[in-house]
């Protein structure tokens, strides 16, 4: 008499085991979702303001390089003059580019293993 509860809370406890683990792995893969979810939606806000800001230099560029045009009277000297301070941009950026790529990489890091509102309850 006595074997057949020890098996059964054997059984019962190695079901409740398997439940656990199953939703553990449910919990992980939310938590691994919503992180994916924001950080794609992160990507998504950086590219659009990235592609608007590209359209607004671009044609600022062109207004600039006529407006240079002008005052220089030659089309070549004002659109080297733009040319020269995009260059001059991307010199900026090349030389603060560690610092940029750790920015971004804490930022992930932040979305990946920071702390959120779900978290803390």
């Known amino acids: ?18 439940q ?17 979810a924001r950080l794609v939606a992160l990507l998504f806000s950086v ?9 607004i230099l671009l044609f600022l560029g062109f207004m600039a390089g006529n407006y240079f045009a002008g005052i220089t009277g030659n089309i070549y000297s004002g659109y080297a003059i733009v040319t020269g301070f995009y260059m001059l941009l991307l010199l900026i950026v090349l030389l603060y580019r560690k610092k940029l ?17 779900a978290d803390e309850k």
Do not use: H
């Open 1 to 18: 008499m006595e074997e057949e509860p020890v098996e059964d809370f054997f059984t019962a406890s190695g079901k409740q085991l398997e």
């Open 20 to 36: 656990y683990v199953q939703d553990r792995i449910l919990l992980l893969k939310l938590q691994a979702t919503e992180k994916t």
């Open 101 to 117: 790529n750790k920015k971004v990489i804490n930022l992930v890091i932040r979305i990946f293993f920071g702390k959120n509102e």
């Open 47 to 55: 590219l659009m303001i990235s592609l608007l800001a590209f359209f």
